[in-house]
């Protein structure tokens, strides 16, 4: 078997040499197994990439990747996910606060259980600050509502995948995706193993507050019209108790209850208005919506295996 291991690198140069040496441990020491190291370089400012190409000199098992510009971590894996050519591809962090010594556990479980597809990393203790952890539960509480992500399994970027899982990550064209909540799209067969984590040795998360919650912004806006949903719901119910108020009005009127000359015409305009007003921007909003989810570019399916070998309509 050969196991594809996707690293995002950010301005990480002094863990790089470590990483890899604690990889190429792990892989010829302790499972003996074929890997290839695809390291991407998501514009690094400092020596990173001068450290990839020695390493990838070094090791013609190390592949490398330079970003023209910065993407963002999501992006960077993704690219990185589309360039692999193994059976299996495990995905983690340049900071070594995924110990490679951990990645057993997740072949250890996807063997164990072969119907499972991704095997998800699962923190026995987060060393991550307050502010990544507090976003972390955020994007967590989101992921719950909108994608229907069961409670108990954890979304982490310390990943066991199986090759046709990255096939059908590879289709999906999204501006702002997120790893995590793609693999939630494309496949259920899902489970977390606990894994240590270990402190960041050197620097700093590059995962500032304001980053965080423009994350959990966009997340919200492309997967979920909860917002169009409630403004729609108090369109439909303005709308009917308008009518149900015109016919009181009217009623009232009849039975000369109401002299204000045009106060009647008044009401019922007021309350019509208001009510259709918001009942289409309700309409518009789930159509817009719906729009949305089409110009996704998910895949249409995800196809586990198959032992047929043409497509309709494709040579």
């Known amino acids: 078997m050969l196991y594809s291991v996707v690293v995002p690198v950010y301005n990480s140069a002094p863990t790089l040499d470590e990483l890899y040496n604690r990889i190429k441990a792990v892989f010829e020491i302790v499972i003996h197994e074929e890997f290839e190291l695809i390291l991407v370089d998501d514009f690094s400012h400092d020596t990173s990439f001068s450290v990839m190409q020695r390493l990838s000199d070094m090791d013609e098992r190390v592949k490398y990747i330079r970003l023209a510009k910065n993407h963002g971590q999501q992006k960077a894996v993704l690219c990185g996910i589309e360039h692999t050519r193994g059976d299996f591809i495990i995905t983690l962090d340049d900071d070594l606060q995924h110990p490679p010594e ?11 259980n072969p ?14 600050n307050i502010v990544r952890r507090f976003g972390t539960k955020l994007l967590d509480s989101l992921s719950r509502q909108t994608l229907g992500k069961n409670k108990d399994l954890k979304l982490t970027s310390f990943r066991l995948m ?45 995962y500032s507050f304001s980053g965080l919650i423009r994350n959990f912004m966009t997340l919200f806006y492309t997967n979920t019209d909860l917002p169009l949903q409630i403004v729609g719901t108090i369109g439909t119910i303005s709308f009917i108790v308008s ?23 008044l009401v019922i305009l007021v309350l019509l208005m208001n009510g259709l007003s918001l009942l289409s921007v309700g309409i518009i909003g789930r159509y817009l919506m719906l729009n949305i989810q089409e110009t996704k570019r998910l895949p249409k399916y995800s196809i586990k295996e198959k032992n047929t070998d043409r497509i309709r309509g494709k040579k």
Do not use: Q
């Not at 119907?115 to 991550?128: A, E, N, P, Q, T």
């Open 243 to 265: 009518i149900l108020l015109t016919f009181f009005y009217l009623f009232r009127y009849m039975i000369g209850d109401i002299r204000v000359s045009g106060w009647m015409t």
């Open 102 to 112: 951990e990645i057993p556990k997740l072949i250890a479980e996807m063997e164990e």
């Open 115 to 128: 119907d499972i597809d991704v095997v998800i990393g699962r923190y026995d203790s987060k060393k991550h």
């Open 162 to 206: 199986k090759a046709f899982v990255a096939e059908n990550l590879s289709e999906v064209n999204l501006y702002s995706p997120t790893v995590g909540h793609c693999l939630l799209a494309v496949d259920e067969s899902i489970v977390n193993v606990t894994t240590h984590h270990d402190v960041r040795k050197v620097g700093k998360s590059g």
